[in-house]
């Protein structure tokens, strides 16, 4: 980010703008990261603008939130505080513990003597908000960090050491949801286009920040070509066990164990398969889960591919392999879509993409459906036929499969 940039953005934060002075609330999260607690203590204050918002009601988790105090008027229920902010303004206090354990052992967020990797997500309790119409917030993170500790990195952008605006246009209540590097660690960064990349893990780990960040340039193009708008940034944290050895995926950010390779010996890559979830945020509504994973997966093969670095013999392979795998599915419509269902799905829309290309003349592929797809983030098989419709012209014979009945 240049100087001028940043300088820009420094002044909408802080100085009042009187065109959006009637709509708009200041939004300031004060960090304080708390090792020797394994928690971070959170201060959420309303500023000027106060007066636009009736109520908040934030949704604490059981054994990670634990409600402090309040300025104004506030009322506790089961893991939920009612609170009305001060018309001149005022703050909510509460403490959120940090490491968090999947079972057996392995962790999706943690905090270190030196270090910690956790969500947004789960540091700030999602909010309810009633307001005027029209009231939105004008937010920014900060952090306090302990001593010894260098740094923070989040997949928001930064206007100073610590400091980061957040802005969701999808919410009114902006949330810095996403992961979060604290500590002592090592990155690497570099723009692509419009995006900057961030690749963070612990110093003295074995996360390969250089090859991340090269095998993105390798497949950026692909990724830009399929997806068409990239976030301003993008964070991809990395750590050894006992983090959870997987890849999770969060707004703007991703985690990735730093043993998955980049590409896997049967041709998929987890790295990729977060990615997509990153760009797209699409996910399936109710039982169609296998519509977002499914097309992660598919994208995760696809843009290797389209990169070069997938032999058409190697994508027969892939093919075959997958076929093998999944070959007792019987049906994708799913709560929850496993890695058989998975590979199933990623068959069909393989299929499909085969299908549009022969329907439309080689002049539309899978991209322009998953195009549409993101506009609505959370899609149905419904929403899939009236896309594809919409891109080919006509029905899909491969959306009339088996697999996809009630």
């Known amino acids: 980010m240049s100087p001028m940039i940043r300088l820009i953005l420094l002044l909408a934060l802080f100085l009042p703008n009187p065109l959006l002075a009637q709509s708009q609330f200041e939004l300031d999260y004060l960090v304080e990261l708390q090792p020797k607690h394994d928690q971070a ?34 009322s506790e229920a089961k893991n939920s505080i009612v609170w009305t902010p001060p018309k001149n303004g ?56 302990p001593a010894g500790w ?19 246009p999808e919410r009114r209540f902006d949330r810095p949801v996403g992961w979060i590097m604290a500590g002592d660690f090592g990155s690497r960064a570099e723009q692509f286009g419009a995006t900057r990349v961030v690749v963070a ?27 068409g708008d990239s976030p301003e940034k993008l964070l991809i944290v990395g750590a050894e ?46 039982k169609d889960d296998w519509i977002a994973e499914g097309l992660a997966e598919f994208y995760a093969i696809e843009l290797l591919y389209r990169s070069g670095g997938i ?32 590979a199933a799905a990623v068959l069909l829309l393989q299929d499909l993409d085969k299908e549009i290309q022969v329907a439309t003349k080689q002049d539309k592929t899978l991209d322009d459906v998953t195009r549409l797809l993101i506009k609505k983030r959370v899609v149905s098989l419904n929403d899939l036929h009236e896309a594809v419709m919409q891109v080919m012209g006509r029905k899909s014979v491969v959306l009339q499969s088996g697999l996809l009945g009630a």
């Open 201 to 227: 893990a612990p110093k003295g780990q074995r996360l390969h920040r250089m090859d991340v960040v090269a095998f993105l340039g390798w497949v950026w193009p692909e990724l830009k070509s399929a997806f």
């Open 311 to 342: 032999t058409d013999e190697r994508y027969q392979r892939i093919r075959k392999w997958l076929a093998h795998w999944s070959q007792d599915v019987k049906k994708l419509r799913l709560a929850r879509s496993s890695g058989k269902t998975t």
């Open 90 to 145: 005022g703050a909510i206090v509460f403490t959120s513990k940090i490491t968090h354990d999947r079972g057996n052992g392995a962790f999706d967020a943690m905090m270190a003597e030196s270090w910690a990797i956790f969500r947004g997500d789960d540091l700030i309790p999602a909010v309810n908000m009633r307001a005027k119409k029209g009231a939105n917030s004008r937010a920014k993170l900060r952090f306090k960090l």
């Open 150 to 168: 260098q740094r923070t990195e989040t997949g928001w952008p930064r206007v100073s050491k610590e400091i980061y605006v957040i802005d969701n």
């Open 41 to 74: 203590l959170v201060t959420v204050q309303i500023g000027a603008g106060a007066e636009l918002i009736s109520r908040l009601r934030f949704r604490l988790k059981p054994g990670i939130h634990t409600f402090l105090s309040a300025e104004g008027e506030f």
């Open 241 to 286: 066990d006992p983090m959870w050895r997987g890849g999770l995926s969060g707004p703007n950010s991703l985690f990735l164990h730093a043993d998955r390779p980049l590409v896997s010996e049967n041709g998929t890559s987890a790295l990729l398969h977060e990615l997509v979830h990153s760009f797209t945020r699409i996910r399936g509504d109710k």
